[in-house]
């Protein structure tokens, strides 16, 4: 173990010494395969998640982490003139950051609401009891009904599972996550999602203070250029919707 443990400091440190530009394009290349091989082999091994949802047709669900931010109102207003529905994962506690009624607006514009915990952190680190307390905390923080949920952190365990489901909710987590929480190059944000995307993809960005500025640019560059190729982009429920007949499966 500890030679194996002294292995893999010895690659971490081989790669933090790499150029960012030379390290952001091993991942790039390394993302394709990886993620083809994970969409194979967690849906059937975690039916309870949703990664993502291979019948939808070219349909792609793209949600949002963490927001509300003090300058969120500019996410949905691009989101408006893209003409493209969204699902919002929000915390509790970043209402008092967010513009005045971001939430009603943002329903009001076609966007799905999620429940992603009242503390931005990390959610599988909770006992029972504190993680429902915070689950039942956003419900009233945000007011509207939510089906769906996204650990802080992205980690979840079997007895979070269990929660879930008895509270009537869904754990989502996604396909295509291009770590813009690692603040990335813009460049890399745009090739991940135009490289990986696929039917019936759902695609994971922030609204943070330090992130949104990618998203807005991320989206601003890579939304008309997934429509040209025939996507078509849908919040959670509508990429599981039964309809997606007309949105016939080509290869991505």
Same mark, same amino acid.
């Given at each position: 173990?500890?030679?194996?443990?002294?292995?893999?400091?010895? *690659?971490?440190?081989?790669?933090?010494?790499?150029?960012?530009?030379? %390290?952001? +394009?091993?991942?790039?290349?390394?993302?394709?395969? %990886? $993620?083809? $091989?994970?969409?194979?082999?967690?849906?059937?091994? !975690?039916?309870?998640?949703? /990664?993502?949802?291979?019948?939808? +047709?070219?349909?792609?669900?793209?949600?949002?982490?963490?927001?509300?931010?003090?300058?969120?109102?500019?996410?949905?207003?691009?989101?408006? @003139?893209?003409?493209?529905?969204?699902?919002?994962? !929000?915390?509790?506690?970043?209402?008092?950051?967010?513009?005045?009624?971001?939430?009603?607006?943002?329903?009001?514009?076609?966007?799905?609401?999620?429940?992603?915990?009242?503390?931005?952190?990390?959610?599988?680190?909770?006992?029972?009891?504190? /993680?429902?307390?915070?689950?039942?905390?956003? @419900?009233?923080?945000?007011?509207?009904?939510?089906?769906?949920?996204?650990?802080? +952190?992205?980690?979840?365990?079997?007895?979070?599972?269990?929660?879930?489901?008895?509270?009537?909710?869904?754990?989502? #987590?996604?396909?295509? /996550?291009? #770590?813009?929480?690692?603040?990335?190059?813009?460049?890399?944000?745009?090739?991940? !999602?135009? $490289?990986?995307?696929?039917?019936?993809?759902?695609?994971?960005?922030?609204?943070?203070?330090?992130? %949104?500025?990618?998203?807005?640019?991320? %989206?601003?560059? *890579?939304?008309?250029?997934?429509?040209?190729?025939?996507?078509?982009?849908?919040?959670?429920? +509508? $990429?599981?919707?039964?309809?997606?007949?007309?949105?016939?499966?080509?290869?991505?």
């Amino acid at each position: 173990m500890a030679i194996a443990g002294m292995g893999a400091m010895a *690659v971490r440190s081989r790669l933090l010494a790499m150029p960012v530009g030379l %390290l952001c +394009g091993v991942l790039l290349l390394a993302s394709c395969p %990886l $993620l083809a $091989l994970a969409r194979r082999l967690l849906p059937p091994l !975690l039916p309870a998640v949703l /990664f993502c949802a291979p019948g939808a +047709g070219r349909r792609l669900a793209l949600t949002i982490d963490d927001g509300p931010s003090p300058r969120s109102d500019q996410l949905l207003d691009l989101l408006r @003139e893209l003409q493209v529905p969204a699902t919002l994962f !929000l915390i509790g506690d970043h209402l008092e950051r967010g513009p005045a009624g971001f939430v009603v607006r943002a329903l009001a514009g076609g966007h799905q609401i999620g429940n992603h915990m009242q503390v931005d952190g990390v959610s599988a680190r909770l006992d029972g009891a504190s /993680f429902s307390a915070q689950l039942l905390a956003t @419900e009233r923080a945000l007011q509207v009904p939510m089906r769906w949920f996204r650990p802080g +952190g992205g980690w979840f365990h079997r007895p979070m599972l269990r929660q879930l489901q008895a509270a009537g909710y869904r754990l989502a #987590l996604g396909s295509l /996550f291009p #770590l813009d929480t690692t603040h990335p190059p813009a460049w890399f944000l745009c090739r991940f !999602l135009l $490289l990986n995307a696929h039917p019936g993809g759902v695609i994971v960005l922030h609204d943070r203070p330090d992130t %949104l500025p990618a998203t807005l640019h991320t %989206l601003r560059r *890579v939304v008309p250029l997934l429509q040209h190729r025939g996507y078509r982009f849908v919040t959670l429920d +509508g $990429l599981l919707q039964q309809d997606a007949a007309r949105d016939a499966a080509d290869p991505a």
